[in-house]
């Protein structure tokens, strides 16, 4: 049974940069699609993007990104970790919410989830 | 980006009630298209991918059906831990979006 858990700050300040980590158990990252979804207090959910890596030294993954945040996030992999990271770059208080790690099925629905982490953005 | 939308954002039932809920897709999305159910304070479950699978360990009394851009879910009879907040998600076309919501509430 896979378990994942994020972790990073609860508190980040305006124009600075939200980082969460992801830890993945019972499966390996490597083979699998991996993505983040983010919940704005009493709001409905928003997909973030997601990344698969097949393994091999050359391959860096593929990530996919929701256009209205394409330019301020970056999703990676730690495979030494087993682990995968989410970068928000230059945050508002409209960033505001819980994040969720998932982990994605076959048919890209979010089969697994993190029990998520609020990040609140206030200076 | 395919937009979703849930119909009735919100809906009152009783124990034993057979509720339906609704989304519409804005464009085709042949089967594409899942279902989660959420809980105060928890993270989403998959309950239905592909319109109609039952994702392992969810009640039988859960059902999904559609294609294109219609979509029901179903719980054939409302049991006390059904009551949540259901979202359906397209998973045909990057970005991957979400329906508003659908708060199911006890009458």
């Known amino acids: 049974q896979v378990q994942l858990q994020e972790s990073g700050p609860g508190l980040v300040k305006p124009s600075e940069t939200l980082s969460l980590t992801c830890t993945v158990s019972?499966?390996?990252?490597?083979?699998?699609?991996w993505g983040w979804v983010r919940q704005p207090p009493g709001k409905g959910l928003e997909w973030i993007g997601s990344?698969?890596?097949?393994?091999?030294?050359?391959?860096?993954?593929?990530?996919n990104y929701n256009p209205s945040l394409k330019s301020r996030v970056t999703i990676s992999l730690d495979t030494s970790k087993n682990q995968f990271s989410l970068s928000l770059h230059s945050v508002t208080a409209a960033d505001t919410a819980v994040y969720y790690c998932?982990?994605?099925?076959?048919?890209?629905?979010?089969?697994?989830w993190g029990q998520g982490t609020l990040v609140t953005v206030s200076s | 980006d395919i937009q979703l939308t849930q119909s009735p954002a919100f809906l009152s039932a009783s124990i034993g009630d057979r509720v339906t809920i609704t989304c519409r897709a804005s464009?085709?999305?042949?089967?594409?298209l899942a279902w989660y159910q959420q809980k105060p304070g928890k993270a989403p479950k998959l309950l239905i991918y592909?319109?109609?699978t039952l994702q392992g360990g969810v009640p039988s009394r859960f059902s999904g059906s559609g294609s294109g851009t219609e979509f029901t879910l179903t719980v054939s009879s409302l049991q006390p831990e059904d009551f949540a907040t259901y979202y359906c998600?397209?998973?045909?076309?990057?970005?991957?979006?979400f329906g508003g919501g659908t708060k199911v509430e006890i009458k």
């Open positions: 998600q397209q998973l045909n076309t990057y970005p991957l979006t």
């Open positions: 592909a319109a109609s």
């Open positions: 990344i698969y890596y097949s393994g091999g030294s050359n391959n860096r993954g593929s990530s």
């Open positions: 464009q085709a999305i042949n089967s594409y």
């Open positions: 998932a982990r994605m099925g076959v048919w890209s629905s979010a089969d697994d």
């Open positions: 019972g499966d390996s990252i490597i083979g699998d699609y």
